[in-house]
């Protein structure tokens, strides 16, 4: 909507509050609230002020003054505020005007620029499937004596025999059996239904919503695609409601990739095509998997940029402990329609022509969604521009269980990096598809390398409690 629409919105609704938000490093919202009777035009034109310096990743205490730029087309009232809130996301800018080349939102935004300079295609469009689950207990610490954590959760395969429910109530879900059973096994219905009557009520279009595999409350709400930083506004809204609404029954939701041992973890399947003026341009009947030469050298782009692309989509320590064979992660680089153990896959059941699409299935939702689909279309585009054709370099397709491949076959294929530190080394030794038309800048990568090497390094030097048991009667 317009600056006008929202000014409109703001009487017609009675809003008492106007609350800008922007987006830091790690993909998390920061907001300043203001009156909406401070609220004006000039607001738009003029932005908001804040200090740089205290979000982490961005600047120096000594250029600390940043701006946030409104924009008006993100518009939507708040529905989890006592006093009537309007949200509205911004662009950073410095001082004197120009977009701040770390803010994740303008990298986004010129990701979409750059695709319309190549002639590719007018339009990128990205859908995610952000799995999370609803815990009703989370505890954890790490102290220089101890350390642990401990979730729970009502329905969960360990809670067969708990007391504390009055006489257990059963219908359990157990481990890797939580996909899609109805009540009572799934006792988390109205909870998910919730959220999608507020994501709705927010302007999103939500498709389904159901039960994920996992034990202890793993869940899915998918919704409708859209172009590359709508989608990216529309996942912070997403998260935002999940979390609030899980807040709201007394519970807590998280979208850490791998909370649990031994279970799934959550993924962020992400679904993506170019289309040009209106037209699909992956779709070609009869080709594999009805998929244009275009969509093939897209899908070659992503799986040779896979090491590096990691770091960007997967960027958390904890994001390699789902990585792992025998639990659903496809970290296995190569395509295949269909097949849900490749890390490109294709689907082809009830697909149209404008619904042909590719589905990345390794990131994960501690990605910055404005990089993470920034840094995919790149790799995409790069592969479309060199014509990286991903059967030639042994990509695929792969058309069966590739965990079910013996060991000499496997060998022929490539494997997701095993930790954070090893695709931040694959990005800095391959990084220059995502600087093409000045998307992303080298300071912006080495400074977002040296980010998630200090998270890397907080982990890896702290005392797991399994070393414990492995070491302590050494």
Known sequence: MSVQKVLE????????????????????AHHITLPASEVDAETFVNGVAFDGSSIAGFRGIEESDMVMMPDAETAYVDPFTAHST????????????????????????????????TGVGTAAFFAPESEFFIFDDVRYESTMNSSSFFV?????????????????????????????PVAPVDSQQD?????????????????????????????????????????????????????????????????MPKPLFGDNGSGMHVHQSIFNEGEPLFYEK?????????????????LYHAPALIAITNPSTNSFKRLVPGYEAPVNLV??????????????????????RI????????????????????????G???????????????????????????????????????????????????TEGGVFTKEFIDNYVAFKRAEAKAVSIRVHPYEYGLYFDC
């Open 9 to 28: 919105l703001i009487k017609e609704k009675n809003i008492e509050f106007v609350d800008f938000r922007f987006v830091d490093l790690a993909g998390r």
């Open 86 to 117: 309007l949200i509205v996301m911004s662009n950073i800018h410095t001082p004197d005007g120009v977009r701040y080349e770390r803010d994740p939102r303008s990298i986004a935004h010129k990701a979409e620029e750059y695709l319309q300079t």
């Open 152 to 180: 729970d959760s009502e329905e969960a395969a360990w809670n067969t025999n708990r007391k504390e429910e009055g006489g257990n109530l059963a219908f359990k879900v157990g481990v890797k059996g939580g996909y899609v």
């Open 191 to 255: 909870i998910r239904s919730e959220m999608v009557r507020l994501l709705q009520e927010s302007g999103l279009r939500v498709e389904r919503h159901h039960h994920e595999v996992a034990t202890a409350g793993q869940a899915e709400i998918n919704f409708r695609f859209d172009t590359l930083t709508k989608t990216a506004d529309n996942l912070m809204k997403y998260k935002y409601i999940v979390h609030n609404v899980a807040r709201q029954y007394g519970k807590v939701a998280t979208f």
């Open 286 to 302: 009869g080709g594999y998997a009805n998929l244009s030469q275009m969509a093939l050298n897209y899908i070659g782009g992503i």
């Open 335 to 356: 395509f295949s329609k269909g097949n849900r153990s490749a890390a490109v896959r294709i689907p082809v059941a009830a697909v149209t022509p404008k619904g042909c």
């Open 359 to 382: 589905e990345f299935r390794t990131p994960d939702s501690t990605a910055n969604p404005y990089l993470a689909f920034a840094a995919m279309l790149m790799a995409g585009l790069d």
């Open 384 to 434: 479309i521009k060199r014509k990286i054709d991903p059967t030639a370099l042994g990509y695929g397709p792969y058309d069966k269980n590739i965990y079910e491949l013996s060991d000499e076959e496997k060998k022929e294929i490539r494997s997701v990096p095993g930790t954070l530190d090893e695709a931040l080394d694959a990005l800095e030794a391959d990084y220059e598809f995502l």
